[in-house]
């Protein structure tokens, strides 16, 4: 029978929330809507110490900006909730008694000063030590100690930990989906702790507790995850659930651009890129880390950019909806190999996406810009505006150095413009022209285009040279939009106004 597809995204609240970590949200969305499953948002939070305030919201906020949803989670219940595991605290600890009665973990009593002794030893030794097969007999645990002193430890309060009995002379295999079949020896592993002194499972334990109870289908996550992938199938063994164990998929690591290494959290802003979806700041140190929304790009880009950090179609097609990825997404075509994040493609996505937007979607959006610098200007015209520039624009802040000259005469001129252009005659003629424009009734494109154009003709003078210098007089510099909508935008007297400062201005 076919498996119901059931899909999490399980992020730990120690912070904002990492693109690549989006990324991993994101496939495992794709995935559950194309198999009509079900995703689910569970929020891993067992390591208290890490614990940062505000991540969690952080996480829910920045991923249903990017239209990211959850049929169940923290933040909209579910069956199997709930769904935060600091609120299944209750819930762990008898599986871990379940491996302690079935031989498959036991308590260790050794304090982290003995076990830092130890390890001085060996490193002093050049050797590593590991809590394993090989060491675990020498060490206090239930396992070296009589079992009326282990009732006795325990009863007289004494800190301990479980840690899981990884059996020797096994060959794990775990099949992934995008590695393959990897094969690992049981005695390179170590006895991971499973619960701590503190009463919380580790990772390890909830994580799988969990995938279980809450009949996950498929792990799709970060390769950081693979190494633990061979503990947790072990674990399933263990628990003997393994008919009803997930399959896993471990994605590619992001990389920095140049390729070497792993794109950090500090890599963004050092790069001139965020490495986060929203903005965040730092509770602690107040610090703010720059965010893909507060950057200008579209969500939609940011979707399409991670879609493909990883994951190709195997066609030419790059533009993508979500519901063409849906379409489209499939674990097989995921790479093995790690992938760059690439600047230039993630503006030409963004750029993409603007052009798609009407001329007024983006006047709204670019209106608070002018607001904010005190220019009034109308929703309507401002959307002519926008329509004609939008082709230059990688993002809607970009809209603001390609119309200033719609809100104010040019301070400066291109000097290259003046040197190539600017004759003997030409302050003559744009006088002329001038005073023609003041004559043009109604003040529209095409009339003022007309007349002007005439008047070069009849004059016999060089087309492009005349026209340059009008364009020079009116934005300062050699090229933008069509002249003659920005003529009409402006308006006469202003059109006037600038040529006649022009004039006066550039001297040669
Ligand atoms: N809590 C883990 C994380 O922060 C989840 C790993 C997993 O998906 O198993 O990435």
Not at 3 to 11: D, E, L, T
Not at 250 to 262: E, I, R, S
Not at 297 to 323: D, K, R, S
């Amino acid at each position: 029978m076919e498996r119901k597809v059931r899909v999490r995204f399980a992020p730990s609240p120690t912070g904002p929330l990492h693109i690549g970590g989006v990324r991993t949200a994101l496939y495992n969305y794709l995935f559950a809507r194309q198999h009509g499953g079900t995703m689910i948002l569970r929020i891993e939070d067992t390591d208290q110490g890490r614990f940062v305030p505000g991540a969690e919201e952080y996480i829910i906020d920045s991923l249903t900006w990017l239209g990211i949803n959850f049929d169940e989670g923290v933040h909209v219940g579910g069956p199997f909730g709930p769904y935060r595991q600091s609120d299944r605290k209750p819930l762990y600890r008898q599986y871990a008694d379940q491996l302690i009665n079935d031989g498959w973990a036991y308590y260790a009593f050794d304090t982290p000063e003995s076990l830092e002794e130890i390890r001085k030893v060996y490193e002093a030794d050049k050797k590593a030590f590991q809590y394993d097969c090989n060491t675990r007999g020498s060490l206090r645990n239930s396992l070296t100690l009589a079992a009326e002193e282990v009732q006795k430890l325990i009863n007289e309060g004494n800190p301990y930990v479980i840690r899981f009995k990884m059996p020797d002379n096994e060959e794990i295999v775990v099949n992934d989906h995008i590695r393959g079949r990897v094969v690992v020896h049981s005695n390179l592993l170590d006895d991971k702790v499973l619960f701590k002194s503190d009463g919380m499972p580790t990772y390890h334990l909830a994580n799988i507790v969990d995938d279980h109870l809450m009949e996950i289908s498929h792990v799709i996550r970060g390769e950081e995850w693979l190494p633990s992938a061979p503990l947790h199938v072990m674990l399933y063994k263990a628990f003997g659930w393994e008919a009803t164990m997930p399959e896993f998929a471990h994605l590619p690591l992001l990389l920095k651009p140049d390729g070497n290494g792993k794109l950090s959290k500090r890599d963004g802003d050092r790069l001139g890129f965020p490495v986060f979806p929203t903005q965040w700041q730092d509770p602690k140190t107040g610090e703010i880390s720059s965010g893909y929304r507060e950057s200008g790009y579209f969500p939609e880009a940011v979707i399409n950019i991670l879609a493909f950090l990883g994951w190709n179609p195997g066609t030419t097609q790059e533009m993508f909806t979500m519901e063409e990825l849906i379409q489209a997404f499939s674990i097989e075509r995921i790479s093995k190999s790690g992938a760059k994040f690439d600047l230039e493609k993630a503006k030409w996505f963004n750029q993409q996406y603007l052009r798609q937007h009407s001329g007024l979607d983006l006047a709204k959006a670019f209106m608070p810009y002018l607001t904010e610098k005190g220019i009034e200007i109308s929703e309507d015209k401002l959307a002519i505006i926008c329509d004609l520039v939008k082709e230059r624009a990688h993002f809607i802040k970009d809209i603001q150095s390609q119309t200033h000259f719609f809100f104010e005469a040019p301070i400066q001129y291109d000097e290259q413009v003046i040197k190539k252009r600017w004759k003997e005659d030409t302050a003559k003629h744009l006088d002329a022209i001038s005073a023609i424009l003041n004559t043009v009734e109604p003040f529209e494109t095409t009339l003022a285009h007309d007349k002007v154009i005439a008047y070069i003709q009849e004059n016999g003078l060089n087309m492009g040279q005349i026209m340059n210098c009008l364009r020079l007089v009116i934005v300062g510099a050699g090229i933008g939009p069509d002249l003659f909508t920005i003529i009409t935008l402006i308006g006469k007297e202003e059109a006037v106004k600038r040529i006649k400062k022009g004039i006066s201005e550039i001297k040669i």
